[in-house]
């Protein structure tokens, strides 16, 4: 059975800085593409980064590019995000969620977090 | 980017009616790249259908995909009680990887 744990969310000031973390157990970690998510408070999916699995790739969405970073570490079966220099926008549930085995399925994301809510406000 | 645009809005609909709901992309997507996905008040997003018409793992037969190019649809055929949520579509044949608003299946 597979479990999702994520944690490291809840609040930070502007300008400040937090880091989410995404456990998953029960599959082969390393195999997957990665990906985190957003949803801001009553709107709709977000795409924000991916991870590819040999970690020589990752990709990001314009809105989170230089100020965020995606890790993972496959011994642990972990995924990370660093956020930096948070903006009020950046308050949402963030979602980490698993992807396929090769690129043209790594943005099918077949499993979810439960999601971790940020609030970046002063 | 690809913008998509997923019509109507909100669907008010009675239990045993069939939804309809509309998935508009700004360019050409492939098939293979279009998925749609549920979502339920406080819980995550669920993969319903990828590849535009193939149903993910455990997802009843009364749930189906359709369309080509920059037009998809998802059906759901005799609406179920716990069908009520917001569904989702997305590409991710072309970076950045993008959703639509949603459209909110709500009870008549």
């Known amino acids: 059975q597979v479990q999702v744990v994520e944690s490291g969310g809840h609040l930070a000031k502007p300008g400040g800085s937090l880091r989410l973390s995404c456990e998953m157990s029960g599959l082969t970690f390393s195999a997957y593409y990665m990906s985190w998510i957003r949803q801001a408070p009553g709107k709709g999916l977000e795409w924000l980064s991916y991870?590819?699995?040999?970690?020589?790739?990752?990709n990001y969405a314009d809105s989170v590019k230089g100020r965020f970073t995606i890790s993972r570490d496959d011994a642990n079966n972990a995924l990370y995000l660093q956020m930096n220099s948070l903006t009020v926008e950046d308050t949402a549930v963030y979602f980490c969620?698993?992807?396929?085995?090769?690129?043209?399925?790594?943005?099918?994301?077949?499993?979810w977090g439960q999601g971790i809510a940020v609030t970046v406000s002063s | 980017d690809i913008v998509l645009t997923q019509s109507p809005g909100t669907l008010s609909l009675s239990p045993g009616e069939r939804a309809t709901l509309s998935c508009r992309t700004s360019?050409?997507?492939?098939?293979?790249?279009v998925a749609w996905y549920q979502q339920k008040p406080g819980q995550s997003p669920r993969l319903l259908i990828y590849?535009?018409?193939n149903r993910a793992t455990g997802i009843p037969d009364r749930f189906s995909g359709s369309g080509s190019g920059t037009d998809f649809t998802l059906t759901i055929d005799k609406v179920e009680p716990e069908d009520f949520a917001v569904y989702y579509c997305q590409q991710h044949g072309s970076s950045p990887w993008t959703f639509g608003q949603g459209t909110k299946v709500e009870f008549k």
């Open positions: 991870i590819r699995t040999s970690h020589s790739d990752t």
């Open positions: 969620a698993r992807g396929g085995f090769r690129i043209e399925v790594a943005g099918q994301f077949s499993m």
């Open positions: 590849g535009a018409t």
């Open positions: 360019q050409f997507v492939s098939v293979r790249f």
